[in-house]
């Protein structure tokens, strides 16, 4: 088994405690309490969204694709807001809405939430929502633009599982893209003998919880349960910021690039470098 540690949950952090403890640091934290400010931290029920938006048309998607993927996930189909809720209200399903902005359509639900205090640096384009049903999972990965993430649990409980940015190589990171196919939960160290040197972190965040992921740390998360989160993002460093671009133009353009120029080759191209990569060192 991957050496797996607790994620620290805390009630009593303020400006000075978080930059102190977790944010310098890169350590990732849940906090218990920094939703409590928000209207939508209760009032964003399924039956709210039922019967605010049950009639808007929202994409859904198989499970198994990031929101950073490669470009070939097209969404399954378009259904009403409210069928959805009631698919993830019914038990599991691996539909999965997310890359559909709802304050776009629903601009007033901005009221029900704000940026926290608790860092500089937070964006204030509009944020994305996810919405999964029990049983389904995101594909590991991290954040493009390098920027921390407060993942805040509304609804459900999720699984995560965050890796250090120094193990990107040693899960076999497919080169330019943020994506890695090994599986955390059960690990194959015969195909995958670098594995063996990876730790990281495993939390369970419930209702009312905010996760805070720090940038460039890979995620696995599975719904424990059918519900939804909204992830807000920050990012207080210029050079920081600059990388994520950078990273964002790297990874578009050559790994776009390349898949059309070879196809499925390029997929095995990429297998190939992460396990060279990975084992470069184990070996060394
Ligand atoms: O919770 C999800 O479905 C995905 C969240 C995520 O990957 C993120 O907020 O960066
Ligand atoms: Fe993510």
Known sequence: MLDLRPVEKRSD???????????????????????DSWPGKNKWTIDFFKEQYGQLMVPVYQTN??????????????????????LLEAGPTNLRMFLFNIFRHAP??????????I?????????????GGEGSTVTLHYDVDL????????????????????????IYQHPFTVASYVDLDNPDYDKFPALKNVWGYQCVVNPGETLFMPSG??????????????????????????????????????DKGMNKLMGEKWLETKKRIAKRRAEEQLFA
């Open 65 to 86: 694709v990031t929101h950073f993927g490669d470009g070939y996930m097209e969404p399954a189909k378009k259904i009403p807001f409210k069928d959805y809720l009631e």
């Open 108 to 117: 007033e639900l901005c009221n029900d939430f704000s940026n926290f205090d």
């Open 217 to 254: 740390h890979w995620h696995f998360i599975e719904y424990m349960d059918g519900g939804y989160s909204i992830s807000l993002r920050a990012n207080d460093s210029y050079v920081r910021r600059i990388k994520g671009v950078v990273n964002i133009a790297r990874h578009y353009v050559v």
């Open 13 to 35: 952090l303020n400006r000075a405690s978080f930059a102190d403890e977790y944010l310098n640091d890169l350590k990732p934290v849940v906090f218990t309490n920094l939703m």
């Open 147 to 170: 920027s921390h993430v407060f993942l805040n649990q509304l609804h459900g409980r999720k699984r995560v599982i965050l890796i250090p940015p120094q193990f990107s190589k040693a």
């Open 119 to 131: 860092m500089d640096g937070f964006y204030n384009s509009f944020p994305y929502m996810f919405f």
